[in-house]
């Protein structure tokens, strides 16, 4: 998997072309808004959406962590998609994320779509937000902490590859803000030019678009 | 049957008109019990002859009420409020009680509903507008008195989805009461396919005339250079002016809305007599559109900018002129054009025809001879397609429960669909209920619920989705514009998306200054400022049609002699004697010649198929694969509807080798697999089969139409449900309309051993234009500007004097 290193709040992270936040020095993987079953979620609207993307965001989970040593992960909100997800989630699913929650300690800081009282009991730790050396972990961006890296927003961007504009997941970073793309494998995204993203880094800031093989890196002033 | 006591012959004679023989001849054939297809020329009576048997119908019988007595069906809504209107004069004037009424999407919900409760005894309406009717749970009722359905210009629905919801609702019709059907088109070739299309079973008969008089086509010459790319008429604009002050009412057609809005703003620039010029095309918004018809029929506007928006069939009856601004790129289709100026059936056509550049000149001179000689195309028939069939059973079920064994037979009688297998069938079937997983995994959700033998649909909540996403005419993300407090039209959000805030456009004729986006309504106002982009709409380009491609390509062999050129043509006639060679008759002609491109060489390959550009464009992929195969590095290439440029790194020796015919069986499917066309297909086929929704109760708002990236599920598809329904229909639609698969592999076998390489030190004069496109493709198209053209132009003109 290709990555880049990027240094926030003075720590060292790694940006990995999937969607992945790792902290290599304290072994922990961050990675954000993941809504599981969003596509069976459809089907009460009579849109049978291959039920498949669950499935999908956990074998590439499971692939990292194969990799990486991974202690510890931080889910940064929006776990599920919905209250039922866990009802619609197909056994081979359940049985991988289990699996995972059985192995690595695991905690959810819970965002607007985490259902809690179905979340409750699985061996997931849950909280609004964690601290760890001065740096906030929590769905939304944080009121009063001044290093926040949070997920929510999706955000995507524009690139221009032989004249033909396409879009791709990416971070966002300036020296106090840290913005995760969704991690889940149909959700969709949100511009990166939208006043709700732009009021969060104005002045200066990097992108790091994601394709499947590759981490790039914009670099933004106004 | 002695006509002179038609009161619809007496009317005509009043009117100083001629009862025709088709007319009387269609007449004849209905009251036999027979089905009719009327194929006469444009300004032949056909709208008339179509309704005839109708209204004759409606005399004998004396009806006092008689709703629904005839369906008229046409593939225009423009088309169905014109034939209302032409309709309502005899019907007036033979104090007719006949209520005609017409029903399209611009229908409002009010007057849907209180047409149900008092219906119009003949409806005029739209395929998409029939499968309404057709889905509702009154259909038996709401047809029982039909007797006639008229299908307006025929030949657009057999190549196309549309035909195939058409064919299956016609069939389903059918087997509730029987009705005789009246095609109407005035360019039929193949007449026992559409008799097919027709009936699948009975017989039908065809009425056929032709026009004795052939139109007068000229090619407008200008003074000026012919471009040797692109699309823009603007050089040929004060010649195009002055014959638009000749007449006192004209159409201008054009190809694109691009080329619609360039040649509208090119004209008023000019308008020094302050002639009234209208532009119509079909982004604008509804209103504008009605306002500019509403304003040609009553003669308020002089001249229209037009695009295929209005093609078909609009009688206006007054129209002097009709120019085609760019290559015809079909005979049957400049036919139609040039039928808009046919006051009758005995008074010649008038068209000009204005190339915008050299290929497009010979273009014209091969459609002009092809027009004269009244050698038309082919119609292309379709296999009927399964995502229009997915969405056809859920308008049946919404309607009524059905047998699984019924349903199938019945869909077999539509012609499109005689083959369809049973496996097929099944599989869509279960596709429409929960999806059509092999895991099952939506079955406690499904759409239907089967009792036993029937299906039937689950619950209500379907009606509304079905009706908010009905039809098969599948656009890119539309953003409305919105200028003040007016909206102007429909606009792609691909476009917006890549404009700024300040950034300036054209649309609709207005100079305009976009601002910002809400929801899914883009603002912008009105600026005097210089625009710099032109929203291009995608897939307003047609292909050169294969008839007319191997008429350009006699032309070609025979060097263009005894061709009327225009000076700057001749001089380019001549550079590619004298450095190359016209390609002879069955001759594939492929050029090789190196050029400096900055600091490096350049190697170039020119291949001239005359295949049009879909073909090209595969074509252009597949070869670019082999150039790789064999170790050289290419750079990429373009395609347009005459040849293919290719660029790469080092002199290719193996061209026998690239062309040969083996590359559909190794390189096709490859590159099927990876081409990102193909993922656009399939976001077309998951909207017309439903298995995701454009349209949702409550989604307008947000903006927000395709919740869904279908890229993603089409990915997720090919790797977990690799034989899913979707993914045959996909390849199934690719094979035909991305690959035009028969077209190519027809072309490889011509071209077998007849490849002529001519080894030039410089481009070629037919290279040129190729030469010419690739460099624009280089730079970002948004900072494109015309000095960068013309100086490119101008570069490779001294290279040609040079010499």
Redesign the interface.
């Known amino acids: 998997m290709h990555y880049k290193d990027v240094y926030f709040a003075g720590k060292k992270f790694s940006i990995f072309s999937n969607g992945e936040l790792y902290w290599q020095n304290k072994k922990t993987l961050i990675i954000s808004d993941l809504h599981f079953e969003k596509g069976s979620f459809f089907s009460e609207s009579n849109q049978f959406i291959p039920p498949f993307d669950t499935f999908e965001t956990l074998i590439q989970l499971t692939n990292f962590i194969n990799d990486n040593p991974v202690e510890k992960i931080i889910f940064l909100g929006d776990l599920i998609h919905d209250k039922l997800a866990f009802q619609r989630m197909s056994e081979n699913s359940k049985k991988i994320f289990f699996r995972i929650l059985e192995n690595i300690n695991c905690t959810l800081t819970v965002g607007n779509h985490d259902n809690m009282s179905f979340l409750k009991d699985i061996g997931l730790n849950l909280t609004d937000n964690i601290i760890i050396d001065g740096i906030c972990f929590s769905h939304f961006p944080s009121i009063d902490q001044r290093f926040s890296v949070f997920g929510h927003y999706h955000p995507k961007v524009k690139l221009t590859v032989n004249s033909r504009g396409i879009w791709t997941p990416c971070f966002i970073l300036n020296k106090e803000r840290l913005l995760m793309p969704s991690y889940g494998y149909y959700t969709g995204g949100l511009s990166i030019k939208s006043s709700e993203i732009q009021k969060l880094f104005d002045k200066q800031y990097e992108i790091f678009p994601l394709t499947k093989e590759k981490v790039y890196k914009l670099e933004f002033k106004k | 049957m002695k006509f002179k006591h038609n009161p619809i012959g007496l009317w005509l004679k009043k009117k100083g008109w001629v009862l025709y023989d088709h007319q009387i001849e269609t007449l004849n054939f209905i009251k036999q019990g027979f089905d009719v297809i009327l194929h006469a020329p444009t300004g032949g009576g056909k709208t008339i002859g179509g309704f005839m048997p109708s209204i004759d119908d409606f005399i004998n019988n004396n009806y006092k009420s008689q709703p629904f007595h005839t369906l008229y069906i046409s593939p225009l809504k423009a088309l169905t409020a014109d034939v209302q209107r032409n309709l309502l004069d005899p019907i007036n004037s033979l104090s007719l009680n006949i209520k005609v009424e017409t029903r399209t999407s611009d229908t409002s919900t009010y007057n849907k509903a209180k047409q149900i409760k008092k219906p119009p005894n003949f409806l005029m309406t739209t395929p998409e507008s029939f499968a309404l009717l057709m889905a509702r749970t009154d259909v038996i009722d709401l047809f029982k008195n039909l007797k006639f359905v008229i299908i307006d210009e025929l030949h657009t629905f057999f190549d196309s989805k549309r035909g195939h919801l058409l064919s299956l609702n016609l069939a389903r019709l059918r087997s509730i009461k029987p009705f005789q059907i009246i095609g109407l088109s005035a360019t039929l070739k193949d007449t026992d396919l559409a008799k097919k299309y027709i009936s699948n079973i009975k017989d039908t008969k065809l009425v056929s005339t032709h026009s004795k008089v052939v139109p007068e086509i000229t090619i407008l010459k200008s003074a000026n250079r012919i471009p040797w790319s692109g699309h823009s008429p603007r050089y040929a604009i004060s010649e195009i002016y002055s014959e638009i002050l000749k007449f006192k009412s004209s159409i201008l057609f054009v190809n694109t809305r691009a080329q619609a809005e360039v040649l509208f703003e090119s004209l008023w620039a000019i308008n020094n007599k302050n002639k009234k010029i209208a532009i119509h095309h079909g982004s604008l918004e509804k209103e504008l559109r009605k306002k500019v018809e509403k304003e040609i029929i009553e003669g308020h506007v002089e001249c229209v900018v037009a695009t295929s928006s209005l093609d078909l069939g609009l009688d206006w009856g007054n129209i002097d002129l009709v120019m085609q601004i760019g290559a015809p790129k079909g005979v049957a289709r400049l036919v139609q054009r040039i039928g808009r100026a046919n006051h009758t059936i005995n008074t010649p056509s008038r068209a000009i025809l204005v190339p915008t550049n050299c290929f497009e000149f010979v273009e014209c001179i091969a459609a002009k001879k092809c027009v004269e000689l009244n050698i038309l195309e082919d119609e292309k028939y379709s296999e009927g397609s399964l995502d229009v069939l997915a969405q056809h059973i859920v308008g049946v079920a919404i309607s009524q429960k059905f047998k699984k064994e019924d349903l199938y037979k019945q869909i077999k009688e539509a012609w499109p669909y005689r083959n369809l297998n049973i496996d097929d069938f099944e599989k869509t079937l279960s ?1 429409v209920e ?4 092999s ?1 099952q ?2 079955e406690e ?1 499904s ?1 239907l619920r089967s009792d036993g033998d029937y299906f039937q649909i689950r619950d209500k ?2 009606v509304t ?1 079905y009706k908010m996403n009905v039809g098969t005419i599948v656009e890119a993300e539309m953003l409305r514009l919105r200028v003040g407090n007016r909206y102007l039209g429909n606009i792609e959000e ?1 476009f917006i ?2 404009l700024s805030a300040g950034d300036t456009f054209i649309f609709g004729g207005k100079r305009l200054m976009f601002e910002k986006v809400v929801g899914n309504i883009a603002y912008a106002k009105i600026t005097a400022l210089e625009h710099k982009k032109i929203p291009s709409f995608k897939g307003g380009n047609l292909p050169l049609s294969t008839h007319l491609s191997k008429t350009v390509r006699e032309i070609f062999s025979q060097r263009l002699e005894g061709v009327d050129l225009p000076d700057s043509l001749k001089k380019w006639s001549e550079l590619q004697t004298k450095f190359s060679s016209f390609p002879k008759e069955n001759e594939f002609l492929v050029e090789t010649f190196k050029r400096k491109n900055g600091k490096h060489e350049n190697y170039y390959l020119a291949a001239h198929p005359f295949e049009g550009r879909n073909t090209h464009q595969t074509l252009g992929f597949l070869i670019l694969r082999r150039i790789k195969k064999l170790g050289v590095q290419p750079f ?1 290439f373009v395609a347009n509807d005459y040849s293919i440029l290719f660029s790469f790194s080092k002199e290719i020796k193996d061209i026998d080798f690239l062309f040969s015919q083996d590359i559909l069986i190794e390189d096709l499917y490859e590159w099927l697999e990876e081409t990102p066309l193909i993922k656009r297909l399939f976001r077309e086929i998951a909207i017309i089969s ?4 454009k349209n ?1 109760p409550g989604n307008q708002k947000t903006g927000k139409q395709v ?3 279908t890229d ?2 089409f990915e ?2 090919r ?3 690799p034989h ?1 329904i979707l993914l045959k229909i996909t390849t199934e639609n690719a094979k035909k309309d991305l690959v035009d698969l028969d077209r190519l592999s027809r072309f490889l076998l011509r071209i077998k051993n007849k490849i002529k390489i001519n080894k030039l030190n410089r481009a070629s004069a037919l290279a040129f234009s190729l030469l010419f496109e690739y460099h624009k ?1 280089k730079p ?2 948004n900072e494109l500007d015309n000095f960068y053209l013309e100086k490119l132009e101008n570069e490779l003109l001294e290279e040609v004097n040079a010499l």
Do not use: Q
Request: proline letters at 0%; glycine letters at 14%.
């Open positions: 596709f929960n999806g059509g997983y895991l995994a939506y959700y759409r909540s379907l989705k691909w998306n890549g990429g439903g298995l995701i929704y949702l919740t869904f990236n993603l599920i997720v598809l790797k977990h449900e899913h493709e970002d198209k």
